[in-house]
């Protein structure tokens, strides 16, 4: 056997090995029954669980709090060397319109976007719980 094709080898399988135990894509499971809708007027946050939707009141505008794309946040009781960042993931619809969109946000302003706009409204992504299981956003 080829010393040098098989220490190459070993050293690949090492490396996918070792890559496939540290996904930073932790999201939790949505619940197993849809969190009842909030109402929420206009400029003032609201943390949502995953799942579950606000209404905006005076406006045909829902937001809902889908799924998270990533956490790569520092754990409670870790040391890391820069603070992370989750993406999440909401489902904006203007009900009385028939329009939808999803939006991703980001909890920092390394890799994406804290806020958006949708249907003349402002959507920022204020917090982030430690499981990422709720999410505070503010509408305005």
């Known amino acids: 056997m080829d010393l040098p094709r ?13 890559g496939a135990g540290s996904s930073i894509a932790a999201a939790p499971a949505p ?4 969190s009842p809708a909030v109402s929420v007027a206009a400029g003032q946050d609201v943390t ?9 009141q005076g406006k045909d505008l829902t937001v809902r709090y889908t799924r998270v794309v990533a956490d790569s946040r520092c754990r409670p009781g ?20 028939g329009e939808s969109t999803t ?3 980001h909890s920092g302003p390394r890799t994406g976007p804290r806020a958006t706009t949708f249907a003349g409204s402002r959507i920022e992504l204020v917090s982030v ?12």
């Open 78 to 97: 870790m040391q890391c060397f820069w603070q992370g960042e989750a993406t999440l993931v909401f489902l904006l619809k203007e009900p009385g319109h």
């Open 6 to 18: 098989f220490l190459a080898g070993l050293f690949a399988f090492a490396v996918v090995t070792v």
């Open 48 to 56: 949502l669980r995953l799942g579950q939707e606000a209404a905006v």
């Open 103 to 105: 939006a991703e946000l």
């Open 129 to 140: 719980s430690e499981d990422a299981g709720e999410a505070t956003v503010r509408i305005s």
């Open 31 to 34: 619940p197993a029954a849809a």
